[in-house]
């Protein structure tokens, strides 16, 4: 209740002073945010103490498992998803990928019926749905997860095939966002999850997010995955300080560029710095009316 609450005061805030609604976003997610870190506080807490009595060490490192999914079937995918897929395929040739819609995500995990039948009634997202196949997944079976949109380029050096290896060999790893010259992430993303089996801040996560459905049937904050990644991350110091350093500033530079004339020294300069590309099928009408844009590049 103390959720909607503070939405409902801060609207009729603004529109008593005459500002524009989205004045009152910044105010709802601060105190929306409040209320929820306290109220899922006590999964925190159940998983430091499970966390301290499990002796057994993690050392096996991430399984060569590429989970991907297109929750319609990938036969219904846009062309850029299924040009991602490829891409993933063709420089991981050693990965099992396991690729899933929501016609077979239960032969390898089973959500609770509370949540399939929210979101069958609409009340859950798909976005959101996604969320909680992509986390039931790693925190079974382990493996990586990268987003439809997510465009492989290889690693073709030392220093990429490098990066790669420490990702494969960390028990966590997720893209932020750094700026220059600092050393504290500003940022999270979870377009690109790794992560070993039973993994302490996912599994958190999961369950901190299936809370939440239970208890609403609403979503409050579209960002309320990263809030709680964040929120488990800072509860578990150790686990992002070993996590490898991979800023999503990088993999959202060819995003920006689709539309635009590629240049293959441009194009050569940027694959020499990073492997994953966060990409935009819905803006795949607009970047596309360029017959020599980086678009027709990847695609062709």
């Known amino acids: 209740m103390g959720v909607l609450w503070t939405g409902v005061c801060a609207l009729v805030r603004c529109a008593l002073k005459g500002r524009s609604l989205k004045a009152a976003y910044p105010v709802i997610t601060e105190k929306v945010d409040g209320i929820l870190i306290r109220r899922y506080r006590y999964i925190l807490d159940e998983m430091k103490v499970r966390d301290a009595e499990d002796l057994t060490p993690n050392d096996g490192g991430v399984p060569k498992i590429v989970w991907f999914s297109w929750l319609q079937g990938i036969d219904q995918a846009p062309d850029l998803v299924k040009v991602c897929l490829a891409s993933q395929r063709k420089h991981l040739p050693d990965y099992e990928f396991r690729v899933f819609d929501l016609s077979n995500y239960q032969q390898w995990i089973e959500l609770p019926e509370y949540i399939v039948r929210k979101y069958k009634k609409g009340l859950i997202p798909a976005a959101s749905f996604s969320d909680l196949l992509r986390l039931a997944v790693l ?26 290896d420490r990702i494969m060999q960390s028990e966590l790893t997720v893209f932020r966002y750094f700026k220059r010259g600092t050393m504290a992430p500003v940022g999270l993303s979870n377009w690109f999850i790794a ?47 070993r996590m490898p350093r991979e800023n ?8 920006d560029a689709l539309g635009r004339t590629f240049h293959q020294e441009q194009w050569q300069d940027l694959i020499d710095h990073v492997s994953f590309h966060k990409l935009n099928y819905r803006k795949v009408g607009e970047v596309s009316r360029n017959p020599r844009g980086y678009y027709w590049y990847i695609v062709s």
């Open 139 to 164: 925190q079974k079976y382990g493996g990586v997860w990268m987003d439809a949109t997510v465009f492989c380029s290889g690693f073709g050096n030392e220093k990429l095939q490098g990066r790669w």
């Open 195 to 241: 992560a070993v089996p039973l993994q302490i801040v996912i599994s958190s996560v999961l369950d901190m997010l299936l809370a939440y459905w239970k208890d609403y049937n609403c979503l409050v904050d579209y960002y309320i995955f990263h809030l709680f990644l964040g929120l488990s991350l800072r509860e578990f110091p150790m686990v992002e300080a």
């Open 248 to 255: 999503s500033y990088h993999s959202i530079l060819l995003g």
